[in-house]
């Protein structure tokens, strides 16, 4: 099997984890896995095998569209050279990427399935006024990329669409695409190794991270892009006020912790998230820097730590209290399984995709409109105050992780399905 991805290792987020688990899971079952993407970090060597499947990276790389639009055409390029080295291409966005692989298996006979990322890509690529400007080579690109029609009947040619949530099956269907084509195999995660953490273990987290031991943590952890919401997280946690929010106990100091990377980004906020933080404060910039908020969190100046990328956030989750998802949308969120996996309290924005890893009602998680500050402010407040809420919410969503949301599970469904577009044959869940 071929993976075709437009980010992997080392530039990390929650698809990438995701991709990964899943190649390593089907690699230990017997497929012979091979991921191709794009060179984007420098120093990443071109071949390279990890967990029992291989990595492949193409030039040209780099973050910006020409690297992108490049990148696209020499990967179209090798896999109709080397078609007889894969019997199935697994394609994990829905971009140019999408396209060219789609046009690649369309010449050589090869079946490839489609995965988009979230929520509205599928939409955003197929709108003409989703078209890039503002740049030179966004500007030459609206005039010379083919149209949305002919985008999507290069993609409907797709033999399968894996739709992680209901909220994309419908998108996919609205697009036109065959409903008998869309499988929906919600993302996985390994309950077996993210665990909720006891008190021994936590403590040896939070000081092998140099968290204070004290303190209430309250983690983000997701790309620095701002349909994440993690400038309206940085906004919201410096109206906090234990005397107006009835937030954490005065007694009891609170970290704010801001785990991700928007390498790899054209929609970055890493800059101005780091610029957020340094003018509250009044300190250093950069990631990993522990600055205080200056502006008022439960104890009128909280700190918040930006610790970058991070390519197992195990230890993250183990030393933490709270996890906050504030994005205005998502596919079904890597990142939030785990936490619930982790049996986290959980601060979420009321969407589709969180409510669909969540439930329906209250009792997993404290709920937010997505970019209401301070409704999202009030409900890390209830969090924060309420020990005996964040034990009952946090075990009921580690129980609907356990059983809807297995690692096993969903790769289990992925081999089944690469199965029989190779043999050309029904998929049977």
């Known amino acids: 099997m071929r993976v075709v991805i437009r980010r992997f290792h080392p530039v990390v987020g929650g698809m990438e984890r995701q991709c990964a688990a899943l190649c390593a899971r089907l690699a230990a079952g017997g497929m012979d896995v091979e991921v191709w993407t794009r060179r984007i970090a420098p120093g990443a060597p071109p071949v390279e095998r990890v967990d029992g499947y291989t990595v492949r990276r193409q030039r040209p790389g780099g973050v910006g569209r020409w690297g992108e639009y490049g990148g696209v055409g020499a990967l179209a390029v090798r896999l109709v050279a080397d078609r007889r080295r894969h019997d199935v291409v697994a394609v994990f966005g829905s971009g140019w990427l999408a396209v060219a692989a789609g046009l690649a298996c369309r010449l050589t006979g090869r079946p490839w399935l489609l995965r988009p990322a979230t929520a509205g890509d599928l939409t955003r690529f197929l709108d003409p006024s989703a078209a890039p400007t503002g740049t030179a080579a966004g500007r030459i690109a609206r005039r010379v990329a083919p149209g949305p029609d002919w985008r999507r009947g290069v993609l409907r040619g797709a033999d399968a669409v894996v739709a992680v949530s209901d909220e ?13 084509r869309v499988v929906a195999i919600a993302n996985g995660v390994d309950t077996a190794r993210i665990r909720p953490a ?37 906004a ?12 954490a106990p005065a007694h009891r100091p609170a970290v704010l912790v801001i785990a991700g990377t928007g390498a790899g980004q054209r929609d970055s906020v890493a800059e101005a998230l ?3 933080v340094s003018d509250g404060a009044g300190g250093p910039r950069g990631p990993k820097a522990a600055v205080g908020d200056g502006a008022g969190g439960p104890r009128g100046g909280h700190p918040i730590r930006l610790v970058g990328a991070v390519d197992d956030p195990a230890a993250w989750l183990a030393a933490s209290d709270v996890f906050v998802l504030p994005s205005h949308a998502e596919g079904l969120s890597n990142a939030l399984l785990e936490a619930m996996a982790a049996g986290l309290a959980i601060v979420a924005s009321d969407i589709p995709a969180n409510r669909a890893a969540l439930g329906s009602g209250d009792d997993t998680a404290w ?14 407040a209830a969090a924060s105050g309420d020990a005996t809420g964040r034990d009952r ?18 790769a289990h469904r992925y081999a089944a399905l690469l199965g029989a577009l190779v043999e050309r044959r029904p998929y049977v869940e």
Do not use: N
């Open 274 to 276: 780091a610029a957020a």
């Open 236 to 247: 919201a946690w410096r109206t906090l006020a234990t005397a107006s929010a009835g937030g």
């Open 367 to 380: 709920w937010h409109p997505p970019g209401d500050l301070d409704a999202l402010a009030d409900a890390i």
């Open 393 to 410: 919410r946090g075990a009921a969503a580690r129980a609907r992780a356990v059983a809807r949301f297995g690692l096993d599970g969903a």
């Open 168 to 180: 994309i099956a419908a998108e996919a269907r609205g697009q036109g695409f065959d409903p008998g």
């Open 198 to 234: 006891g008190d021994a273990a936590r403590q040896t987290a939070r000081d092998a991270l140099g968290l204070p031991g004290d303190a209430l943590v309250v983690l983000f952890l997701g790309r620095l892009v701002a349909r994440k919401g993690v400038l309206e997280l940085v």
